[in-house]
């Protein structure tokens, strides 16, 4: 079993910041890709960033010189620092990433539960 466990989301200002976490914990041999998807009221769920195991990123165009993922590959824990956050920005924000739990696995797709990002106006 894998298990991807996020935090740091909560209600804040337009303009402010906000740091979300997510610590993967569980059977893992290796972990590939992470990522921050987000779901507005209403909306699909849609990328916000990536961090690919080979150690490049992308972004939405939405969030782009506003929101940095990162990771802590000692920690199995990926980062997105949220800043000059906007009302858009408002979204429940799921951590996801692709694990194999043993060599011969194969590598599969697992979502954390979502945090709450609300940005007022």
């Known amino acids: 079993q894998v298990h991807l466990m996020e935090s740091g989301g909560g209600l804040v200002q337009r303009g402010g910041s906000l740091r979300l976490s997510c610590a993967v914990s569980?059977?893992?041999?290796?972990?590939?890709?992470m990522a921050w998807y987000r779901q507005a009221p209403g909306k699909q769920r849609e990328l916000v960033a990536r961090?690919?195991?080979?150690?490049?990123?992308n972004y939405a165009d939405s969030v782009k010189g506003r929101f940095t993922i990162s990771r802590d590959n000692a920690k199995n824990t990926v980062y997105l620092q949220m800043n000059s956050l906007k009302p858009e920005d408002t979204a429940v924000y799921y951590c996801?990433?692709?694990?194999?739990?043993?060599?011969?696995?194969?590598?599969?797709?697992?979502w954390g539960q979502g945090t709450q990002v609300t940005v007022s106006s």
């Open positions: 996801n990433a692709d694990v194999a739990t043993t060599w011969n696995s194969g590598i599969s797709g697992y």
């Open positions: 569980g059977s893992i041999f290796r972990i590939y890709d």
């Open positions: 961090d690919t195991s080979g150690g490049s990123t």
